[in-house]
Each structure stands twice: as C-alpha cells, then as structure tokens.
C-alpha cells in the first residue's frame, strides 16, 4: 500500500473541507458556463469502415473478419497477421498523409528534431541519422519546410513522426478507444519512406505492434525471434545475423499487419512504385506478469518486514565476503574467500532460509492495492476524452436530487477504495480528463512523476459512488442514491458534476 498512498497524496477533498471545495468548484464552474468560450472543434471523422461506438466494437472492426476469439487465442503474442483492406483503401490516407506532415511543418514553423520527428536512412547496411543540429533528447534543430523538402528529395529519407494522436484527432480517438479496451498505453509512430528507400535497419520492438498503411504499400520482411516476448528493444542487426526470413509481405493502402514484440523485421518501397506511408500502433510495453509481480512483491515485502520478524532477523555475518572473511560451502564443496577462517556459510542453507521465506511472503500479497498502484500510472498518462476540453469541463445544468444522472466518461473514470498516509480509509474517484493530450506518450519535460487527478470521499460513499460507477450508461435517480442522507447525496452529485464526470440525464 505505501505506493498506492504516494500517488493518493494530495488528491482533492478531505472531510473537513468537503462543504467549502462544493462552493469553490461551484463558483469556478458557473464562471466557466457564463464565459461564453467555446471548445476547440474536431476534424472530421471520415468513414474509415472503424467502427467507433465503443472500444470493443472499434478493435473488433480492425480485425474483421477474424473474431476477437480467434486473435487472442492464435496470434496475440505468438505470430503475425495480416488484415486485407482493414482500413477503407480510399480514407486510409485520412488518417496521416505526407500532405499532414507538410501543413503540420508549416502551421508549427519546425517540427524538433528528436522530440517531434526522426529523419533517417539505412544505406549499404547501415542506419544513418539524418536529424540536423540534433543537440540532446529533446532536439535541438527543427524540420522546416525547406529541410523537409530537401531530405525527401535529395536524400530519399524516411520521417519518423513521433505521436501524431497530439494533432491528428481521428487518431486520438483511435488511439483512446484501444488504451481502454487493451487497459494499459498505446502509442503512435507514422513512418513516411520514398520510392526505392529504406528507413531503419532490422530490429525488433519490446511492444505489440499493429501498422496500418496509410498511402502507396510497402515490402515487409519478418524474421525468427531473436528472443520471445523481450522486454526491451534491440540493437540494430545485420543481414546476415537475421537469415532468411520466415514472412515476405507487401501491405497495400488500408491493410494492417500485426506481429507480436520480439519480431524482427524490415521494410522498403519499391524502385517502380509510389512513397509509403504507414501508421505503426504499438501496447503492451512492459505490461507483463512480471512487471505486476514486481509492484506485488515489492508492496508485500513492506508488509511483511512490517509484521513478521523473520523478514527483519539480520543475515549471517559477512555474507558479503568482505576481507578477513570466511568459506562459502557450495553443494558440499568450500571455495576460500578473503583469506583463512574458521567461518563457513552454507549457500544452500542461505537458499533454503530465502524460499522458506518466499512462501511467507505469500501469505502478505495484496493483489487488489498492487493492481491498483500498477494502474496508476496508465490512469495519470493515458489519452483524455476524444473530444473533451477543459473550456467545456461543465456537463449541463448542475443536478440537484429531483433529477436522473449518468455518468459522462465511463471509460475514463476509476473508483478505488484505498488509505491515505494517515491510514485513513477513503473511496477515491480518479479520472483522466485532464491530462494532456500534446504531451502523450513523451516524457515529461521535468521528469515530474505523474499523478491522476481526482477527489476523494469519505468511505461511507462507497455504496453510492459504485451504483453511479456499475452502471456506465444507464440513468440513475439521484434521489434514490444508497447514500445516508440527501446532504451526502447532493455533495456527491455536485462533487462529481463540477469535476465533469457526470451530468443530467436528457
């Protein structure tokens, strides 16, 4: 729990201050109703053949005509997939062009080297970087128009866009709907290659890869793992390391592809046909077992040194072997270390006493706090609401208990039962609505933790909070709230409304 409580500090509301934050936010709020300021618009959405009506129903239609059934059970994290015209061949470009890249440039005066876009170019089996006055990670040189041209042209090199779900908005509701449904990041890359080019050298990723192409196709060669399921990225290989390869794909405009990490692969356009230019969809980046154990055992150790002595009983003397030391004896045989002495530590009896206490360990696991303070992270970091604004927090009139109520983004709010560093117990409503959507998937400029935002209520709320959080698009009455009386009703309604996470039902 002590991390869970980390990311708990400083999270809205206490029971004293409940009443005067309702009238804070309330006067905040009105103020933002009354200032006439309208939200951003989107770009279109245009008829892609994605079905958009829920998370489910979007990765559902990517797929098609392989059921969600049979992608888990055959290819997620085993093999490769191809998908013929996943996406309508004609809109494919809607999502990202060459011509986006272009206007993007010029409405930004410079996308940042390193930060916004890489430029690059494998040549004679060799990657080359062709990012300009590139000074640090965050880049210290900018694409301009002119440079973008010259590249492209003189150069025959490939962009690399990092994260265009920052400008793209059919691409924030693409990539939102899937960090739903999959319950963890999803990031973006666009890739734009000339005619007869390559851009990267073979390699493979720590993550699970989905590439949509978006104009003219591209030649895909796919390898044997190097390793199952890596954890990290690779270095670059050479063609011989790599052998033959096991796939040899041409992906046309509007097919997607998906290959489980640890695949390596290659890609290049052809000499006769048109430049390529191809979305690559990527999750699962240390979403593991093992990186949940790793927020289990560490929460639970803290526990158990806590309340088991056996955890705090010091180790034998000088395990270390530091000088004037001793003898280990290993399965029987005794390497001397440091010197003569009359010392002798057993390793075998050290492992026995270490998995006698990993048993114990067991008994101290919390898997609902762990999985909690795992997912606080995706919760801080995650894309806001396709469409939400913070010009537009405000959902309707204030509701007040004569009227129904359904809460606004289900998709984007969690409610968590948990304590706070004075052990207090709390039902905490944590939501993504105001992270930022220019900064996603980038590393924070300051290198701050991130934390989600969202308030907190006294625990006898509980009740009332998971019938409004159980029923995600379904009216509930505001007066029939299981809470214990009207005041701890309205203080609910009002809270929530004013944090724009519920409204009055039409």
Known sequence: MHSLKKKLRGTKGSLASLAKRRRQLLSKTIRRQDSGTPPPELQPIVDTKLNFATPSTLFESLIAPLSVASFFEDYWEQKPLVVKSAVTPSRASDLFSFDDLRRWVWRTKGLSFGRHVNVCRYVDGKRESLNEDHVGRGGGGKLTSEKLERLWREKRATFQVHQPQHSKDILWRILGH????????????????????????????????????????????????????????????????????????????????????????????????????????????????????????????RQAMDKEVAFRRGIPCNLLGLPGGFHLKVGGATDEMGGASDKVVDLSTVRAHAVELIGKLTDFLQERASVQTYSMDFIASRLPPYGYSKESTLQGPMPSLKNTVVLCWPDHTYLLEGCDEEDQRWTFVYHSLNNPRDTHMMTSAHGQECKPSGVKFPIHFGVALKELFSSPGRCIQASKLAASNDEDRQCILTTLWAEGLIRVAL
């Open 178 to 301: 899937l960090e739903s449904y999959f319950g963890c990041l999803v990031g973006s890359n666009i890739y734009m290659t000339p005619v007869g080019s390559q851009g990267l050298a073979p390699h493979y990723d720590d993550v699970e890869v989905f590439i949509i192409q978006l104009e003219g196709s591209k030649r895909w060669r796919l390898y044997a793992n190097a390793q199952s399921l890596p954890q990290d990225y690779s270095r670059d290989f050479s063609q011989e390391e790599i052998g033959e390869p096991t796939h040899d794909i041409v992906l046309e405009t509007g097919d997607l592809m998906y290959f489980p990490r640890g695949t390596i692969h290659q890609a290049y356009t052809a000499p006769d046909g048109s430049h390529s230019t191809h979305i690559t969809i990527s999750t699962y980046q240390h979403n593991a077992w093992g990186d949940l154990l790793r927020v289990m055992v560490h929460d639970g150790l």
